[in-house]
């Protein structure tokens, strides 16, 4: 491929790249007032379907989509997903350029890949910036607070790219670019794009693709976290948060149990729950092993969908 044909591409690829102003009204003292905020998203499917990260548009009154011809578009949210931090926005109109989408679990470390957004809520079109997959299957903690598996690369991604796509050589979106660490250099995470389509999918047909879960947050525990606070186990999952109401809450499963078994396969991180999880289906029963103030367990759930 020429240089040309691949300017080509990364040139029909932004075209497909949003960028998404909100407006949040928030308590300020004695006053109420609005507050801006910037992120990036790309379309979809042309008939108004855009992808952006679910905090971008969290909490937002108004929404506004600027697309490539700088005409702005009101936007509302449709459905968001928590354990991706992915949200699908719908805007009125027609005939937009559509992003193409890869495969995400055919990335490889070291492949080259472009990060496409709108940094620092600058205007003027997209910008580019370009670098590596660096890692694979990471896991980081979302916006609210969950763990999410991630990509991890050294594309440049500031405030403001949030929402806007990573892109192989080939122009496909194979994550959404998602979160950076303050003060890190070139360590920055995107959400796997295979992640994106089940997302989407949900969305659209919530009852079809409803999937099995429990109702809680959890960290990995390693021998090291397991001196520092104590633990009765170095290994496991600690429970950091249930939610109300779920199943985990309606067996009674606290905050700070120690998760350490799923119908006795061991689960040594909250990505090995997750998978044993979604390999079973809406209503059945499993077993948990867990640990309590040194006392060893065992409880019976029903799953739920989500």
């Not at 991604?157 to 990573?166: A, D, M, Q, R, Y």
């Amino acid at each position: 491929m020429s240089e040309e044909e691949f300017l080509d591409i990364l040139e029909k690829v932004s075209k497909s790249v949003v960028h998404i102003n909100t407006i949040r009204v928030v308590q300020n003292y004695y006053r109420v007032q609005p507050l801006q905020g910037a992120g990036s998203g790309f379309i979809l499917e042309n008939d108004g379907l855009i992808v952006s990260n679910a905090h971008v548009v969290a909490g937002a009154q108004r929404i506004g989509v600027v697309i490539q011809n700088q005409d702005i578009i009101e936007g509302q949210v449709i459905g968001s997903c928590r354990n991706t931090d992915i949200s699908a926005i719908k805007v009125d109109s027609r005939d937009l350029t559509v992003a193409e989408l890869g495969d995400s679990t055919k990335l490889r470390v070291g492949q080259t890949v472009y990060a496409i957004g709108n940094p620092l809520g600058l205007m003027g079109g997209p910008t580019v910036t370009s670098g590596v997959i660096s890692a694979l299957d990471r896991t980081i903690n979302g916006p609210n607070g969950r763990p999410m598996n991630v990509v991890q690369t050294d594309a440049a991604i500031n405030p403001g790219n949030s929402g806007g796509p990573l892109v192989d050589n080939k122009g496909r979106v194979i994550a959404v670019n998602t979160a950076i660490i303050p003060y890190a250099q070139g360590i920055g995470f995107a959400i796997p794009i295979n992640s994106v389509k089940d997302c989407v999918n949900k969305i659209k047909n919530p009852e079809k693709h409803a999937t099995p879960y429990i109702g809680i947050d959890g960290i990995g525990i390693t021998p090291r976290i397991a001196n520092y606070y104590g633990l009765y186990s170095n290994w496991g999952v600690l429970v950091t948060n249930v939610v109300e109401n779920s199943p985990s809450d309606k067996v009674g499963l606290q905050q700070g149990d120690i998760i350490l078994a799923i119908d006795g396969i061991e689960t040594l991180e909250p990505e090995m729950l997750r998978r044993e999880i979604l390999k079973r289906k809406i209503g059945e029963v499993i077993t948990l092993t867990v640990i309590r103030r040194g006392i060893r367990a065992k409880l019976e759930l029903i799953l739920e969908g989500n």
